[in-house]
């Protein structure tokens, strides 16, 4: 098993540009979650969703929107990005009924 | 609101002795607690977990309890290594979720060094 996988590892982008962070997992977890950690501030949860088919706000949702495109697969769109999601990007899931969560490796991203 | 405090950012301690890593929280009583393990340039680990009904609990070197009166969780790592060296997270579910909680909400960490 590979776990949870993310892609891509580093990405630069100028203000304005958009971009797809991509994530998915194969171990048939239900929910998936969405976080960036920035130093100081601790990991805050952005999006999540509890199954398939769902999807919802977390702590720190503006200026991002979420696809849960399978039950594998759970990706993180910036339209328009800003110099302020420059940050780390983590991925996790969670098989129902566990509280564990399995995070992926992280997406570095900067925006210029 | 919640607030999650780890109250030390760094912690360092010699090799062979337990390190000792607080975690309070307020407004609230969680119905579990959990700790992670996060390696520089990596994501967290899940190391634990211990519901609001245990007072302790043990995995190898190991050792978390929760004490619902103070609001605070103790991990502790005894004969500590090297290799222990990284940032522990404390984690809770939001307030008014219940065990099934899908959500988590995460303090900032101690980062832990074990000085051979």
């Known amino acids: 098993n590979a776990g949870v996988t993310q892609t891509p590892k580093f990405q630069v982008l100028k203000t304005g540009q958009s971009m797809t962070l991509q994530c998915a997992q194969d171990?048939?977890?239900?929910?998936m979650y969405w976080y960036r950690q920035d130093p100081g501030m601790g990991l805050r949860l952005i999006y999540y969703?509890?199954?398939?088919?769902?999807?919802d706000k977390g702590e720190v949702p503006n200026g991002y929107n979420v696809s849960r495109l399978n039950k594998r697969e759970f990706s993180l769109r910036l339209e328009s990005a800003a110099p302020s999601q420059t940050s780390v990007y983590f991925c996790?899931?969670?098989?129902?009924?566990?509280?564990?969560?399995?995070f992926g490796p992280g997406t570095r991203l900067t925006v210029l | 609101s919640q607030k999650i405090e780890q109250n030390s950012e760094a912690l360092n301690i010699q090799e062979g002795k337990t390190a000792t890593l607080t975690c309070n929280y307020t407004?609230?009583?969680?119905?579990?607690l959990q700790w992670y393990r996060q390696d520089p340039g990596r994501g967290p680990v899940f190391l634990l977990l211990?519901?609001?009904?245990?007072k302790e609990k043990r995995k190898e070197r190991l050792k978390v309890t929760f004490d619902t009166t103070l609001k605070q969780s103790l991990f502790h790592i005894t004969a500590s290594q090297p290799a222990d060296s990284a940032t522990y997270l404390c984690?809770?579910?939001?307030?008014?979720?219940?065990?099934?909680?899908?959500?988590?909400?995460f303090g900032k960490g101690t980062k832990l060094s074990v000085i051979p």
């Open positions: 996790a899931s969670r098989l129902t009924g566990s509280g564990e969560q399995f």
């Open positions: 171990m048939n977890h239900n929910s």
């Open positions: 969703s509890a199954s398939e088919g769902t999807t």
């Open positions: 407004n609230y009583s969680p119905a579990y």
């Open positions: 211990i519901r609001e009904n245990e």
């Open positions: 984690a809770l579910p939001p307030p008014g979720s219940g065990a099934g909680s899908y959500q988590l909400t």
